[in-house]
């Protein structure tokens, strides 16, 4: 197969590609909330805070680029399977009450009453987070290692999946009984094992992006429907 403009992308992912992080040791929790509050709309830092460390990534192209079709390659699955979700974007989770908060490059509601809770905050008009449940599945791109431990992040949120593309491969991890992540071939929300979505990414040509998805939409009708992963 012709090499496509993500696997260059990819090849250039030198150290100067990849997203820059900046850790900050034994920072208070102030100082994580006065800094989010600080930073504009749109901006393209990130910041995550573990209850311990704060983490201040800058992102770039490429990672806001893998982030972009992962969200696409999702709703394309989800919609054409008549799987109900909501996607909340890439809201910052600001969570008080367990010292922690995180911003994560997608996330979705797939339970029905976390979808109704969100849409009725929505529609009162509320903008602040603390009205909003937390995500049932979030999407992280990391190209280049977190410096906080964001998987703890989720886990205290109780974040059931979370997809974790290093721009190369995807592993989904599943929150297990015993409050921590595990490694998991199949996602639990999606019919779909973690091996099948790097392609999609990787090896189709992203030229005409319609038609991608389109695509995405075909392969999910014949070949995912029905299918039970367990």
């Given amino acids: ?8 992308l990819l090849r250039e992912a ?6 820059t992080r900046i850790v900050v040791p034994g920072a208070p929790w102030g100082l994580y909330e006065s800094f989010i509050d600080l930073l504009p709309e749109g901006s393209p830092i990130r910041v995550t805070y573990d209850g311990k460390d704060m983490e201040i990534m800058v992102t770039g192209p490429l990672h806001d680029d893998f982030g972009d079709l992962l969200d ?10 008549g799987i109900r979700y909501k996607p909340q974007s890439q809201t910052t989770w600001k969570r008080p009450e367990i010292g922690k908060g995180i911003e994560c490059d997608r996330c979705y509601y797939l339970d029905s009453v976390k979808i109704a809770s969100a849409l009725a905050a929505r529609e ?21 290692a977190p410096e906080a431990d964001r998987a703890g992040i989720y886990a205290s949120m109780g974040v059931a999946e979370v997809w974790i593309f290093d721009g190369k491969s995807l592993r989904i991890l599943r ?9 998991s071939e199949t996602s639990g929300f999606l019919p779909l094992r973690a091996n099948q ?8 040509d992203l ?15 014949n070949d995912l429907k029905g299918t039970n992963l367990g």
């Fill in 1 to 8: 197969m012709s090499t496509t403009l993500n696997e260059s």
């Fill in 124 to 144: 009162s008009g509320s903008n602040d987070v603390k009205d909003y449940p937390n995500p049932d599945l979030a999407i992280e791109v990391d190209i280049s």
């Fill in 72 to 81: 696409a390659f999702f709703k394309a699955v989800a919609g054409s399977l």
């Fill in 14 to 19: 030198s150290p100067a590609r990849r997203e």
């Fill in 197 to 204: 979505v790097p392609p999609w990414l990787l090896d189709e």
């Fill in 175 to 183: 929150l297990g009984e015993d409050g921590r992540y595990h490694d």
């Fill in 207 to 221: 030229t005409d992006y319609e038609a991608w998805v389109q695509r995405i939409r075909s392969w999910a009708i």
